[in-house]
């Protein structure tokens, strides 16, 4: 699974650059891409940087500090790949690693290869934009600096520009109150404290069981129930581990051959050739079982026939009825506007029974809806609640959020967030017509994967291409709106057989804080045909000489 060894060049200046460019490439994010990114680069010799703009690396892990944090991949299938050193060293605690280990995790393998030397923390990038008579990209910086470079790779992330409901008086709040990406680096305290969550998606959903057992009340706000179903975490040994190290290669190529990058693969029986009976036995398995196992591991008819759809979700109803006491409350935390695995599933750790304690309280926000915050508290339709604490699990601005807030302008000064004022078009989710030199990490329409191994193929990908890029002698590359347009045709087409077309969620671009999201204005952000197909693609790409790009 390691990339082909690289011989370390000395050489930095691969395109013929003008004498005062800071630099060949610039790598925006220090998260699990950019890392990955600057440590090929680094082998590779090139002059290159990281530009971060929080003051660590981690990214994601460096962000999302709130309580019950925590990846929902098996941890050995997230790790990076691509060292046999690092396979070797790292033993991964738990099945599900929780944040701050992950984050120890990335300061392990960036300290271990000196990639911090690489990176430059507070940097923010404003804007930037293609110099064409030069080649490069000039990039304004936050602190006052311009930052000259030939090409930039973003891993800008796909959930980092967190959004705060549009409600009321949000700013009138006496208490403590901070969106879930924006916990408290020092942490809180929240013993004895009344505390609000908005929210039920699934950082809510790890969130509101640990929150439960430290406030003296929790009252959740939800206004659209969602499916969760049990993570089943547990610790792993150091015997454990022993044999994980030795079975990573067939680790990592079963998720290379799985349509998530996970190690669960499809239940391909088909869902009308078993009996109900053998479809049950299968959900008490997955149930029961570890992870995206209950959404990955089942039956594909599930997210496209809405048939066995209600049957499945009926199932995961019944299991959610038995483990709430108040049926009241059961029927409210059980979706009746979509089914199973058309959102992107939540997976959790005694969420439903949290609801079974005496110091919580569902508040349901589509019958009484929230209509102010006030100095002290939440006023709904009905209610004046009072707290200490108002918690934001209000989602992202998903996909584009992060590319929107630099203002990136290409040939001619065409703004980027102009082009994808509707939704995102991009060339194999990597490059865009019209933005030369520009290549994104885990960007958008690229598949929806385990995220570390999607980005690993970026990376390989992106990196193969400079070195062609180089090789030839050449110093632009661009992607061709014809082609671009082909990858996008065939992103929408990848929508249609499945059920999560209609899904009201991040992954269709619905964010009811956002203008322009409202559910029916449909996004195409991700790249359904899964992993396998679309590394074939990138493969056949790269093979054939790239004929969907333009070289000067
Ligand atoms: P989300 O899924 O977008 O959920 C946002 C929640 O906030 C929804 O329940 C939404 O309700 C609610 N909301 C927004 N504005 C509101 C308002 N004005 N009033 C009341 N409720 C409001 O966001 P998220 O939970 O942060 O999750 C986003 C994604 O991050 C996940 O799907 C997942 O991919 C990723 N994530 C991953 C992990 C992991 O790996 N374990 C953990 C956490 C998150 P409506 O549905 O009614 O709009």
Redesign the pocket.
């Known amino acids: 699974m390691n990339p082909p060894a690289v011989e370390t060049k000395s050489t930095s200046n691969r395109s013929d650059l003008p004498d005062d460019t800071d630099y060949e490439v610039v790598v925006i994010g220090a998260g699990v891409g950019g890392i990955y990114q600057i440590k090929r680069l680094v082998d590779l010799g090139v002059s290159a940087t990281v530009l971060e703009g929080d003051s660590d690396l981690g990214g994601t892990w460096y962000r ?1 500090r709130y309580p019950g ?5 098996e941890s050995f299938t997230y790790g990076y790949s691509w060292n046999q050193e690092v396979l070797n060293e790292w033993h991964w605690k738990e099945m ?1 690693s929780p944040q701050p280990e992950t984050l120890k995790y990335l300061n392990f393998v960036a300290d271990k290869f000196n990639l911090r030397e690489h990176m430059q923390f507070n940097c923010y990038v404003e804007s930037m934009q293609f110099d064409e008579a030069n080649c490069i990209w000039v990039l304004q910086m936050r602190d006052g600096r311009t930052i000259t470079t030939r090409f930039v790779l973003t891993a800008i992330g796909l ?1 980092s520009v967190p ?1 705060l ?3 009321n008086g949000i700013e009138r709040f006496e208490g403590k109150a901070f969106h ?2 924006d916990w408290p680096k020092e942490s809180i305290e929240l013993t004895g404290k009344k505390v609000a969550v ?9 969130l509101i069981p640990e929150v439960a057992k430290e406030a003296e009340s929790l009252t959740v ?4 129930a ?1 499916w969760a179903a049990p993570l089943n975490n547990r610790e792993i040994s150091e015997e454990e581990m022993a044999d994980i190290r030795l079975r990573y290669d067939e680790i990592f190529e079963t998720c290379a051959r799985t349509p998530g990058g996970f190690e669960h693969e499809p239940d391909r029986r088909g869902f009308y050739s078993v009996s109900a009976e053998e479809r049950r036995e299968l959900w008490d398995r997955l149930y029961d079982g570890p992870g995206f196992g209950i959404w990955l591991q089942n039956f594909v008819e599930i997210f496209m026939d809405e048939d066995a759809n209600s049957e499945f979700s009926e199932y995961i109803a019944d299991r959610t009825r038995q483990r709430v006491n108040d049926p009241v409350v059961a029927e409210k935390l059980i979706p009746k506007d979509h089914g199973f695995g058309i ?2 599933v ?2 959790e750790t005694n969420y439903f029974e949290t609801y079974n304690r005496e110091n919580v309280l569902l508040v349901d ?2 019958e009484t ?2 209509e102010t915050i006030t100095e002290s508290g939440i006023q709904t339709s009905e209610t004046h609640y009072e707290f200490d604490v108002i918690v ?5 601005d ?1 996909f584009t959020g992060a590319f929107d807030k630099i203002d990136i302008r290409g040939v001619g000064g065409e703004s980027l967030r102009d082009k994808w004022a509707d939704g995102p078009v991009t060339y194999l989710g990597l490059l865009v017509s019209g933005f030369p030199n520009l290549l994104m990490i885990s960007g958008p329409q690229t598949a929806s994967t385990n995220f570390p191994r999607g980005a690993e193929l970026a990376v390989n990908w992106a990196t193969e291409l400079l070195e062609y890029v180089w090789d030839a002698g050449k110093r632009r590359v661009e992607a061709k709106s014809e082609s671009e347009q082909e990858w996008f045709d065939h992103v929408v087409k990848m929508y249609e057989p499945f059920l999560l077309k209609s899904a ?4 269709t671009g ?4 956002l203008d322009g999201h409202e559910y029916g204005n449909t996004r195409y952000n991700i790249y359904n045909g899964g992993g396998p197909k679309y590394a074939d693609r990138l493969q056949q790409e790269a093979q054939e000489e790239y004929q969907g790009l333009t070289f000067q």
């Open positions: 999302n944090a925590r990846f929902d991949s599900f959930l959004t409901p549009r409600i879930t990406f908005i929210g039920t998606g699934a950082t809510a959903i790890q706000f939800q206004r659209r969602n959102q992107r939540p997976l926000a589509s809806p929230i934001y699990a209000t989602g992202f998903a009201q969620s991040w992954i619905y964010n009811s804080n």
